[in-house]
Nanobody
Framework: QVQLGESGGGVVQAGGSLRLSCAAS????????MGWFRQAPGKEREFVAA????????DYTDSVKGRFTIARDNAKTTVYLQMNTLKPEDTAVYYC??????????????????WGQGTQVTVSS
């Protein structure tokens, strides 16, 4: 069993920055791909960013490219999402997830077995 916990969400003005963290308990995550997804009110959960276990493969959804950066610290079993130049449309609950089979289907939410509870990010205009 893997438990994931996100932190770092909050309220920020447009143009501001936040850094989300995802930590795991119960198992090291250093050998697995990790992803960030988000869900805005009334919308489906969408892919944001993902990183392979080695960190050599990284993917972002187009709307966050150049603004968000995903990184991992395998020693600390933590994955980060640095979010810069935030926009009101980035407002959502952000979830981290782990793909324990390393399917490399980084954008597919069904590839991820465990999910955190989510952290709210609110960007005011």
């Amino acid at each position: 069993q893997v438990q994931l916990g996100e932190s770092g969400g909050g309220v920020v003005q447009a143009g501001g920055s936040l850094r989300l963290s995802c930590a795991a308990s119960g198992r090291t995550l250093s050998n697995y791909a990790m992803g960030w997804f988000r869900q805005a009110p009334g919308k489906e959960r969408e892919f944001v960013a993902a990183i392979s276990w080695s960190g050599t493969r990284i993917d972002y959804t187009d709307s966050v490219k150049g603004r968000f950066t995903i990184a991992r610290d395998n020693a600390k079993t933590t994955v980060y999402l640095q979010m810069n130049t935030l926009k009101p449309e980035d407002t959502a609950v952000y979830y981290c997830a782990v793909d324990m089979h390393n399917t490399l289907r980084l954008r597919n939410p069904h590839a991820y077995e465990y999910w955190g509870q989510g952290t709210q990010v609110t960007v005011s205009s």
